[in-house]
C-alpha cells in the first residue's frame, strides 16, 4: 500500500502577526450605564444600576491595577440584563467624593480602600464584651478625617455598662455619639443616617450585625440577593452595601482586630483642623506637633487666645494615636 499523498488540509500553518498597528486610543464608552458596587468577591463584582437593577461584572483591562471598592461609582458595558448568566464589564470608576482606608499594619505603606463615597463612618463599640478599645477608636477617627467623612460613635451594649466615661472621653473631640441597647437607640441611629451613604466599622463581637439587622429589617434576604456574585458563599469576610428603608445605604464591614494607619502622614491629619493647619507653618521643619516639642508654633497659638486650647488637645491625641503602634 503505497503512502497516502499529501494535501494542503496536512500542512499546518502558523498564522502570521497582524500586520494592523496597534492603537493607544482607548474606547470613550459614551454609552456606558451608570451602576454603583455593592459587594466585591474574588475579583467578580455585583453592581446596582440606578433603576434598581443587580448585575455581575468584571474589571475591563483599561482599568489597569486601580482597585474597584464597594460605593465606587461606575460605568459598565456589556450584557446590563441582569439574568443569572449575563456579565457585564466596569470599563471606567467615577471621580470619588470620600475614601475609607486602611493598612495591615502600620509598616505596610500600601492604602488599601475599603469603602468609596461613604458620607458617615459609624465607629461602633461595644461597651462591654469586648471592652472598649480607644486606640482603635482614635485611629478610626483619624481615617475618617483623612477620608473625607464624618465620624459617629455608636456604643453597644449599653445594659453591661454605663456609657458616660467614654462619652466623656470624646465630647471633646466634638465627636457626635449615639447609645443603642436591647433595641433603644436604634431609632435615633436610623435618623442619623437616612438619606446618607454610611459605613459600619468595628472590631469583632460589638453588635455590628445586630444593628445591620435592626436598620435593614430584610438584610439577609438582601445579603441572598447581592451574594450571588459569589456563588451563594456567606458575604461576613467582605464589605456589602444594603439599601437603608426610606432612603440611605448602609455599608457593612467585616470585623477587625486592629487599623493599619501605615499611609496616613500627621500633615493629612493636620488638615482635618483648618484652624490650626495655617498656625503651623510656623513651625520648625519635621515638627511632629506631639505635647512638649520644643518650638511647635501650635503652642504660642493657643497662648495668644487665636486658637483653643480644647481644639489642640483634640489634634494631638489624634497625632498620638497615629504614632502609637496598633494594638
Known sequence: MSPRE????DVRIRPGRSSRPRTRIRPAHEDAGAAVVVTVDR?????RTTDGQLLSAVRARELGRRAVVVGDRVAVVGDLSGGPDALARIVRIEERTSVLRRTPDDNDPVERAVVANAE??????ALADPVPRPRLIDRCLVAAYDGGLVPLLCLTKSDLADPAELLSLYEPLGVQAVVTGHGSGVEELRARLQGRTS?????????????V????????????????VGKGRHTSSSAIALALPGGGTVVDTPGVRSFGLGAVSPERVLASFPDLASAAEGCPPGCPHLP?????ALDAEVSSGRASAERLDSLRRLLVALAAADD
Open 292 to 296: 512638649g516639642t520644643p518650638g511647635c
Open 43 to 47: 475579583g467578580r463584582y455585583r453592581l
Open 213 to 228: 439587622n435592626q436598620l435593614v429589617p430584610d438584610a439577609m434576604r438582601a445579603v441572598g440577593d447581592v451574594s450571588g
Open 6 to 9: 499529501l494535501d494542503e488540509d
Open 199 to 211: 459605613v459600619l466599622f468595628g472590631q469583632s463581637g460589638v453588635g455590628k450585625s445586630t444593628l
Open 120 to 125: 458617615v463612618l459609624v465607629v461602633v463599640t
